[in-house]
């Protein structure tokens, strides 16, 4: 199983500046990587696939890069509606299919 | 636009069966283009991947769950289904139901608003 591990667990930034959150395999997943938002109370919505596409009606200032162990989910210029949790996904060998445990953006 | 709604007891006792479905609308459930899925999230935590439908009727299963679970198709219907037995209070979690991306890989696009099931007796 690949185990994906997302860092930090909670960051604060500030509404209009960048955030940058991590996401490590435990293992080489080539570009096989998702990245998800969740709102309280609702479904996840995905962002990115294939580690840097952004997925219809993602606004521009979501951005993926990385590839191989290595990811990062890049927003620059918070928005109000951007804090929220984050979720890394492989999809590179599966099953199982496999999570990070998420990454909480929270206002500073 | 495609749609998924789940449904089911939003209460099962211990040892029991969980049993949800997921309907499908706005598109069609019997496509080579797509893996229909559930995922899990326990409240206050992360997701789980529970496992894949094929239109064809292949299944993949979570090994963690394997021995458990059941995921079945109804084309006619335009649903899929998911059972889980002999559950235990570690099963309280949002059920998702979601659309895989074959042709991707595998990422989910369109997901169901999730229904909570608590293991309780």
């Known amino acids: 199983e690949i185990v994906m591990t997302q860092s930090p667990a909670t960051v604060s930034v500030s509404p209009g500046e960048r955030a940058t959150l991590s996401c490590r395999a435990s293992q080489s997943i080539s570009y096989n990587l998702a990245w998800y938002q969740q709102k309280p109370g609702q479904a996840p919505r995905l962002l990115i696939y294939?580690?840097?596409t952004r997925a219809t009606g993602i606004p521009a200032r979501f951005s993926g890069s990385g590839s191989g162990t290595e990811f990062t989910l890049t927003i620059s210029s918070l928005q109000s509606e951007d804090f929220a949790l984050y979720y890394c996904?492989?999809?590179?060998?599966?099953?199982?299919?496999?999570f990070g445990q998420g990454t909480r953006l929270e206002i500073k | 636009q495609v749609q998924l709604q789940e449904s089911g007891p939003g209460l099962v006792k211990p040892s029991q069966t969980l049993s949800l479905t997921c309907t499908v609308s706005g598109g069609s459930i019997n496509s080579d283009d797509y893996y229909w899925s559930w995922i899990r999230q326990p409240p206050g935590k992360g997701l789980e991947w529970i496992g894949y439908?094929?239109?064809?009727?292949?299944?993949y299963y979570n090994p963690s769950l394997k021995s458990r679970l059941t995921i079945s198709l109804d084309t006619s219907k335009n649903q899929f289904s998911l059972k889980l037995s002999s559950v235990t209070a570690a099963d309280t979690a949002v059920y998702y139901c979601a659309r895989g991306r074959r042709y991707h890989g595998g990422d989910f696009d369109y997901w169901g608003q999730g229904t909570l099931v608590t293991v309780s007796s």
């Open positions: 294939g580690a840097s």
């Open positions: 439908l094929y239109y064809s009727g292949n299944t």
């Open positions: 996904q492989q999809y590179d060998r599966w099953p199982p299919i496999t």
